[in-house]
């Protein structure tokens, strides 16, 4: 997703000080969504033009925390268009320009820059007119130009996608800020919770402009969800240039993943020691996520050959990192391999290994794709031991959450009879026979919170 705003004034190469930019670098940094670049394409004396590219992983969209959780597929729009995840993303990289600070230059900060802004696809589900109406009134020239569905069948007609031009004078602040509230009301399906923080950032960014606007309340309804309680103290809190009373509106905001604490710790340790007490010198961590495993799997000198795949490439960024990847020396280089893959697709990479882990990944797939895992992992694979973790649904109780699952992205959650009708079903079909064990504190009643399940080949 990329946006540019070329502002033209005497003195333009001025603006990199208001942006907090350096026009001669490139910026970059990593956000909860994913990436986020800044740039200069051009740069003359009497106009600018500032970059901002981002790059989303839709899959941590799916799996990262419930935060996002209105997105549940992989394969969604949220990387292409601008949306309320490229406000996170603004956030992320001018958060001094949105806050109207200026160190160096603050002379600056008052100065009108005529602007012309380019979204190159936006998403609206209420079209052009929309974003005239809201976008007007604050002294934009708006050019809404719906995109077609597909450009090779015009009869399917337009998308709910347009490309964007605004052209206005506004101070740097003032653009940015009318992006960062109005891009989320334009396409109406904030990724996120939607609560008392939101009301905030909504008078905080908006209070100046947004007290004045005619379509204020519509821009209040849509940025905050159609939350009437909400709405009404944001409206109230414009009107009076006060922070909105948000007193009660709190309920319902989402609990982080439940774990107990250290639990991850002792899963890994027990997978490791399975994996070594199998005689193993290889092994494929699969769904290895931040390399975690991987770290652990290193320090241990019987392990020759060790193979981390995940479907994210942002985890697979991070584990790179945690694990010094490019700079480890050859030898530690040469034992370990890490590659972008999918459990559900067969690869000839994952043949030949001693062991293979999946820790705390079975749960994150779609029940109806368990079906190709089992053929990819037990019919092509094939390791000697497959070790697999997965949560134990019956503990949750313990947790004080029966109903729920413990991370936004499980598709499932198995009570221990559950994990061993699976694996029955596999040991069934494939030359595998198989142990279930309790992870973590057991209850008498309800296990331990983890589930570890041990198959070894039968057929050597
Ligand atoms: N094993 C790691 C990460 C667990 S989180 C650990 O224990 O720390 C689950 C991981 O499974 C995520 O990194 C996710 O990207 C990955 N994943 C989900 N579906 C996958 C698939 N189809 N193929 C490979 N990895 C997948």
């Known amino acids: 997703m990329l946006i540019t705003l070329t502002g033209a004034m005497p003195n333009a190469p001025d603006l990199g000080y208001l942006f907090g930019k350096n026009p001669a670098a490139v910026f970059t940094r990593e ?4 990436q986020v670049w800044v740039f200069y394409p051009a740069v003359a004396e009497d106009h600018i033009t500032i970059a901002l590219l981002t790059e989303i992983d839709p899959v941590g969209l799916v799996r990262g925390p419930a935060a996002l959780a209105q997105i549940d597929q992989y394969v969604n729009d949220r990387p292409y268009v601008a949306s309320s995840l490229t406000s996170v993303a603004m956030q992320t990289a001018f958060s001094t320009a949105l806050a109207g600070r200026c160190r160096e230059r603050p002379d600056l900060l008052e100065r009108q820059v005529q602007w012309t802004i380019t979204l190159p696809v936006v998403a609206c589900d209420a079209g052009a007119e929309l974003i005239t109406r809201i976008f007007a009134p604050l002294g ?5 130009t719906p995109l077609a569905l597909d450009a090779a069948f015009p009869q399917w007609g337009a998308s709910d996608l347009l490309r964007v031009t605004l052209a206005g004078t506004q101070t740097v602040q003032a653009a940015l800020s009318h992006l960062y509230v109005l891009i989320p009301v334009l396409d109406n399906s904030k990724h996120y919770y939607v609560g008392p923080e939101e009301a905030e950032k909504l008078r905080a960014h908006g209070g ?3 007290a004045a606007h005619p379509e204020r309340e519509l821009i209040a309804r849509r940025y905050l969800r159609y939350r009437q309680a909400l709405v009404r103290t ?6 009076e240039g ?4 948000t007193e009660g509106a709190a309920a319902g905001s989402v609990a982080p993943e439940e774990d107990a604490p250290g639990l991850h710790e002792q899963r890994l340790a027990a997978v490791l020691a399975a994996v070594c007490a199998s005689g193993a010198t290889t092994l494929a961590d699969l769904g290895c996520g931040e390399g975690r495993l991987l770290e652990l799997a290193l320090r241990e000198p019987t392990l020759t050959r060790i193979f981390g795949m995940d479907v994210s490439p942002v985890a697979l960024a991070r ?3 945690r694990l010094h990847y490019d700079t480890l020396p050859a030898a530690q280089q040469a034992r370990l391999q890490i590659a972008q893959g999918s459990l559900v697709y067969r690869d000839a990479r994952l043949a030949g290994f001693d062991a293979a882990a999946l820790v705390e990944v079975i749960e994150h797939l779609d029940p109806p794709r368990l079906a190709a895992l089992e053929q990819v992992l037990f019919a092509h694979a094939r390791p000697r031991r497959v070790i697999i973790t997965t949560p134990n649904r019956e503990y949750n109780t313990i947790f ?3 109903e729920r699952l413990r991370h936004g992205d499980h598709r499932f959650e198995w009570t221990r009879a559950e994990g061993r009708a699976w694996a029955d079903h596999i040991t069934a079909s494939y030359p595998y026979r198989y142990a279930q064990r309790e992870l973590g504190p057991v ?3 309800h296990g331990a919170p983890s589930q570890l399940l041990i198959f070894d080949r039968q057929d050597d």
């Open 31 to 34: 956000f909860s969504a994913g």
């Open 140 to 144: 934009y020239n708006v050019t809404a």
């Open 208 to 210: 100046a402009w947004l």
């Open 234 to 239: 944001a409206l109230a809190g414009l009107a």
């Open 242 to 245: 006060d922070p909105p009373d």
């Open 319 to 321: 584990a790179r990192r």
């Open 400 to 402: 004080a959450k029966p």
């Open 443 to 445: 209850d008498a009643t």
